[in-house]
């Protein structure tokens, strides 16, 4: 909490106290994101959270609390009810729940997530959801988007010995992958590649950042949380991210199962399977360039104890990353 700055704090217990949250026990931070900082407290005899989202603009928490009403409109069980949002203030609240990420990936989990996908993808309303984040309508933007992530690694200024490994690490591994990638792509037959431009009938509805990271387990029912990105997409690009998040170990058998699980309309599975091979690569190259993302957000005048921490992150994202892209995406 001593870490946050005093007037958020102060905005946050002012806004709780007007949603009738006025004695508030057990207050601690539980996770400090990118993009938000959550803490949980006890408030009314219940656990709840609140989530501080850290833009500027409220683009993210607009995105959240459209994506929560279009799925408790469609009366989604696997999702809470939020208890409130303030897009003033850019601070919500929900209710708790009591139970575990998930470390083994089961059988199991993975039809759970395939019917989460299903269900979501029946409303007719769906059309009128945005653009997911990074969404992708045209599907050369699978390229740019990839393309996008390592420019802004590329103008990272080097000031540090662990920004001349990343940049290294950079100009060795990652770019010329890239550039391999690419001209591998413009040899492949254009009678052998998917549609490009997508109608939004062909388009799926998205959690967009979807994983298991994003999944809490109470009671052997999974709970799905976190739409900042939400949104309509390509089906590629949601199945290249479900199969590329580097926290997230599943068997190939498992991979194949979660498709044939899915029955998204407009949409053969059989095809999107094999136009996925086509894209996957540019996403594990995608995911690569968000590992290095603390690079982006280093500061260079802040304490030495920041830099020594941000320095010891720096180097954990690298070494993961390397680690990461010689499993993925070195020739074997």
């Known amino acids: 909490i001593l870490k946050m700055n005093k007037n958020i704090l102060k905005k946050a217990k002012i806004y709780l106290s007007k949603l009738g949250f006025n004695i508030i026990t057990n207050f601690k931070e539980i996770k400090e994101g990118r993009n938000s900082n959550v803490f949980k407290f006890r408030s009314n005899k219940r656990d709840l959270i609140l989530k501080i989202y850290k833009h500027k603009n409220n683009l993210r928490i607009k995105r959240e609390r459209l994506f929560y009403n279009f799925l408790n409109k469609n009366s989604n069980k696997q999702v809470i009810t939020p208890i409130n949002f303030s897009i003033k203030d850019n601070i919500a609240v929900f209710p708790y729940i009591d139970g575990l990420k998930i470390k083994k990936i089961s059988d199991n989990h993975i039809k759970e997530v395939s019917n989460f996908l299903n269900q979501i993808n029946k409303s007719k309303k769906s059309k009128k959801l945005p653009l997911a984040i990074d969404g992708i309508q045209d599907r050369i933007d699978h390229i740019k988007l990839c393309e996008k992530k390592i420019i802004q690694l590329k103008s990272i200024k080097i000031d540090s010995p662990i920004k001349k490994n990343f940049l290294k690490f950079l100009t060795s591994k990652i770019i010329p992958k890239f550039i391999e990638l690419k001209k591998n792509f413009k040899l492949i037959k254009k009678n052998d590649l998917p549609k490009m431009k997508l109608t939004k009938e062909e388009m799926i509805v998205s959690p967009s950042d979807f994983g298991f990271h994003n999944i809490i387990q109470k009671n052997k029912k999974l709970f799905f949380i976190d739409f900042e990105y939400a949104g309509l997409d390509d089906p590629i690009k949601l199945l290249c991210d479900f199969y590329c998040q580097p926290d997230q170990l599943m068997t190939d058998k498992q991979k194949k199962n979660f498709i044939k699980s899915l029955s998204i309309k407009n949409n053969n599975m ?12 540019f996403h594990k190259l995608k995911w690569c360039c968000i590992m290095l993302n603390e690079f982006k ?28 892209f010689k499993k993925n995406l070195e020739c074997k």
């Open 270 to 281: 059989k095809k999107l399977a094999s136009y996925v091979k086509i894209f996957l690569s």
């Open 297 to 324: 957000i280093y500061k260079q005048d802040t304490s030495d104890l920041s830099k020594k921490k941000s320095e010891k992150i720096m180097k954990r994202q690298l070494i993961k990353t390397q680690i990461y």
